[in-house]
């Protein structure tokens, strides 16, 4: 990560990204999975208008570019009732304090009271200070409940592309970065309506998040530093693709569901081999920095999916922030809408 951290803790995670690396030489391996074009399964959402959304001449990846007039983004086609989500992403450069870029799975458009989500968002820094990856999951409009997690990377996300996947089942979801596991939710019971079960598009942005995304708004998006870009390529979009508010589905419709599941529970990347459950254990061990699990304050009583390791719950304090190298986190993030109204510059947007 050199050159964008302060020197104490640019050493340490140097230190931690050689030892992790060599850690995963063994464990993981490439997904074989076919990628799409963007007319094949995308269509833009906003910016485009504005010449913010910019497509590649073979139509296999996209910029998506935020200015001080609007941010950008696209949204899929379809709709899909679990599936694999991944795109190759790389991250905007220079300071970044107060960016937000987002790619994530929601149906808020449809089921705007009892909406399900699966995120990965990526919040800027200022110069000095790393990029943060943020997940959280959201069932049947839970966002009350929310099960934030939060990590640093062992590599510099701005300057190569990293792969990252979003894995919903009808029994777990896995959050993956370059074919390592980083987050497994299985579903159980307890959980009840809070594991999300509704058909959800997919959705990448990139906008500003000054009013909260970096140090909880102290540090705003500084357009002197525009424009801000962000490119995704790799797109991968593996799933059933299913009408939210059809009430009686045809039976091949269910069919093609079942065995579209089927398929989907069997490829390798639905299971957490022992390898990867090592690598995934190394990765939240290093870069770990809050865990809602963790955060008794918050939640005194954890949440039934949460399973507390004893080995890892006395890295964390009452908040659910780490003591990872020294960095300070705030206890929870207020998140702000990832879209824009059309026609308002990304500084009006408001507050979930």
């Known amino acids: 990560m050199a050159g964008f951290q302060s020197p104490p803790i640019r050493r340490i995670l140097t230190v931690l990204s050689v030892l992790f690396v060599l850690s995963l030489s063994t464990a993981v391996s490439a997904f074989n999975v076919s990628t799409l074009r963007f007319d094949e399964a995308y269509t833009p959402l906003f910016g485009h208008h504005n010449g913010n959304l910019i497509r590649s001449s073979d139509d296999k990846s996209v910029r998506l570019v935020l200015d001080r007039y609007t941010g950008s983004g696209f949204a899929s086609s379809d709709l899909y009732h679990h599936g694999l989500f991944s795109a190759s992403i790389k991250l905007p450069s220079d300071y970044t304090a107060g960016v937000v870029v987002a790619f994530y799975t929601s149906?808020?458009?449809?089921?705007?009271?009892?909406?399900?989500?699966l995120d990965f968002e990526f919040l800027?820094?200022?110069?000095?200070?790393?990029?943060?990856?943020?997940?959280?999951?959201?069932?049947?409009?839970?966002?009350?409940?929310?099960?934030?997690?939060?990590?640093?990377?062992?590599?510099?996300?701005?300057?190569?592309?990293?792969?990252?996947?979003?894995?919903?089942?009808?029994?777990?979801?896995?959050?993956?970065?370059?074919?390592?596991?980083?987050?497994?939710?299985?579903?159980?019971?307890?959980?009840?309506?809070?594991?999300?079960?509704?058909?959800m598009a997919v959705y990448a942005t990139l906008w500003d998040g000054s009013t909260w995304a970096t140090s909880g708004g102290r540090y705003p998006v500084n357009y002197k530093y525009s424009p801000f870009v962000s490119e995704f390529s790799d797109l991968v979009l593996r799933g059933c693709r299913k009408d939210p508010i059809q009430q009686s589905p045809s039976a091949a419709a269910d069919e093609g569901c079942a065995a579209s599941d089927a398929e989907l529970a069997e490829a390798e990347y639905a299971t957490i081999t022992p390898e990867r459950r090592q690598a995934m254990l190394k990765f939240r061990h290093k870069y770990m920095t809050y865990s809602y699990c963790y955060d008794a304050r918050r939640y005194p009583v954890p949440f039934p999916e949460c399973d507390v390791i004893p080995s890892e719950r006395v890295r964390f304090r009452d908040t659910g922030n780490s003591n990872i190298v020294g960095i300070r986190h705030r206890r929870h993030v207020r998140r702000g809408r990832r879209v824009p109204a059309v026609g308002m510059g990304s500084n009006s947007q408001a507050a979930i």
């Open 107 to 117: 149906n808020g458009d449809i089921f705007r009271d009892t909406h399900d989500e």
């Open 124 to 199: 800027g820094n200022v110069h000095g200070k790393p990029w943060r990856i943020q997940t959280n999951v959201y069932g049947n409009g839970s966002t009350s409940r929310g099960r934030e997690e939060r990590y640093l990377l062992w590599f510099d996300p701005t300057k190569e592309f990293h792969r990252y996947s979003i894995l919903w089942t009808e029994t777990h979801i896995i959050f993956y970065i370059d074919e390592v596991p980083i987050r497994e939710v299985v579903r159980s019971d307890a959980m009840g309506g809070d594991y999300p079960l509704k058909p």
